[in-house]
Antibody, heavy 125, light 113 residues
Framework: QVQLVESGGGVVQPGGSLRLSCVASGFTFNYYGMHWVRQAPGKGLEWVAVISFDGSKKNYADSVKGRFTISRDKSSNTLYLQMNSLRGEDTAVYYC??????????????????WGQGTLVTVSS | DIVMTQSPDSLAVSLGERATINCKSSQSVLNGSNNKNYLAWYQQKSGQPPKLLIYWASTRESGVPDRFSGSGSGTDFTLTISSLQAEDVAIYYCQQFYNTPITFGQGTRLEIK
């Protein structure tokens, strides 16, 4: 069965950096686009970034563009989110999510059929 | 950006009764080349990640009970739970995946009356 396991969350000061990881199993990782979605405490869902199945295309929400970088490593079936210049408003649970169908992400999009349990990022001094 | 607006924000329905949640997009999410609406519905129970219920506006995800159904096209969509069960208490979100930024509605909290 599909499993997505996030890690790397924690408490960081404003202006700091953090790298989140999402280890995928149970499916052919390099066939599927992958996303990061976040949820601030008590709030709704906010899409953060997508990377295409082959890593060639990436898109970001305006709120994180220039500060966050999405990447993937097919040798370890791992999705990453490098977060720099963190702000208080980045405080959230960060989920990784998998495209329902293969061969997209970046210029075509599918619904998200599997989500990880999330990792909490708290930006606070 | 496509803005997704759900109504109502919260809803209380008796067990066994019908629940209806609406979602409106600020522009059409109908892809004219394949005639599919790039609209999905998710269920999020307390302390859990979201779960995909419906995509293409009306296609039920595998394993989702048939009391859940989706309808609509273009800019106006509806999620219907035909006979509410206790386990359906959750927050429901619509999502457009027509283009980026991918956007979600603000959520509708469903409770038992």
């Amino acid at each position: 069965q599909v499993q997505l396991v996030e890690s790397g969350g924690g408490v960081v000061q404003p202006g700091g950096s953090l790298r989140l990881s999402c280890v995928a199993s149970g499916f052919t990782f390099n066939y599927y686009g992958m996303h990061w979605v976040r949820q601030a405490p008590g709030k709704g869902l906010e899409w953060v970034a997508v990377i295409s199945f082959d890593g060639s295309k990436k898109n970001y929400a305006d709120s994180v563009k220039g500060r966050f970088t999405i990447s993937r490593d097919k040798s370890s079936n791992t999705l990453y989110l490098q977060m720099n210049s963190l702000r208080g408003e980045d405080t959230a649970v960060y989920y990784c999510a998998k495209d329902e169908f293969p061969n997209c992400g970046g210029d075509c999009y599918w619904p998200f059929d599997n989500w990880g349990q999330g990792t909490l990022v708290t930006v606070s001094s | 950006d496509i803005v997704m607006t759900q109504s109502p924000d919260s809803l209380a329905v008796s067990l066994g009764e019908r629940a209806t949640i609406n979602c409106k997009s600020s522009q059409s999410v109908l892809n004219g080349s394949n005639n599919k609406n790039y609209l999905a519905w998710y269920q999020q129970k307390s302390g859990q990640p979201p779960k995909l219920l419906i995509y293409w506006a009306s296609t039920r995800e595998s394993g989702v009970p048939d009391r859940f159904s989706g309808s609509g096209s273009g800019t106006d969509f509806t999620l219907t739970i035909s006979s509410l069960q206790a386990e359906d208490v959750a927050i429901y979100y619509c999502q457009q995946f027509y283009n980026t930024p991918i956007t979600f509605g603000q959520g509708t909290r469903l409770e038992i009356k």
